[in-house]
């Protein structure tokens, strides 16, 4: 599987991004897809998931009601729509896949990632 992140980019705070994550190859051999985020000087964490079947979300608390986690099967594309954003929110974000994911917060259990892509929030 082989995943492609875009949508990256310099954002005033309050403003919105939308970040894409592309999946080719065999993208129905993971059902859970993910989005983790890493800070200068801090460990990737959690952003959100999303499930292709059914469509269920994770979220971590520090973005929940801001961000929302949409996907497109017939694109195998997963979307992160990032509203009221802070600069806090400033870090590389990834994509990421899991085949069988035992916590899908836990970025360990995710197989595949993309390149990651910049995003900034300036104040």
């Known amino acids: 599987v082989q995943l492609q992140a875009s949508g990256g980019g310099l954002v005033q705070a309050g403003g919105s991004l939308r970040l894409s994550c592309a999946a080719s190859?065999?993208?129905?051999?993971?059902?859970?897809m993910g989005w983790f985020r890493q800070a200068p000087g801090k460990e990737r964490e959690f952003v959100g998931a999303?499930?292709?079947?059914?469509?269920?979300?994770y979220w971590a608390d520090s973005v929940k009601g801001r961000f929302t986690i949409s996907r497109d099967n017939a694109k195998n594309t997963v979307y992160l729509q990032m509203n009221s954003l802070k600069p806090e929110d400033t870090a590389v974000y990834y994509c990421a896949a899991a085949r069988a994911p035992k916590d899908p917060l836990i970025y360990s259990d995710y197989e595949y990632w993309g390149q990651g892509t910049q995003v900034t929030v300036s104040s």
């Open positions: 999303i499930r292709w079947s059914g469509g269920l979300t």
């Open positions: 190859g065999r993208p129905w051999t993971t059902p859970v």
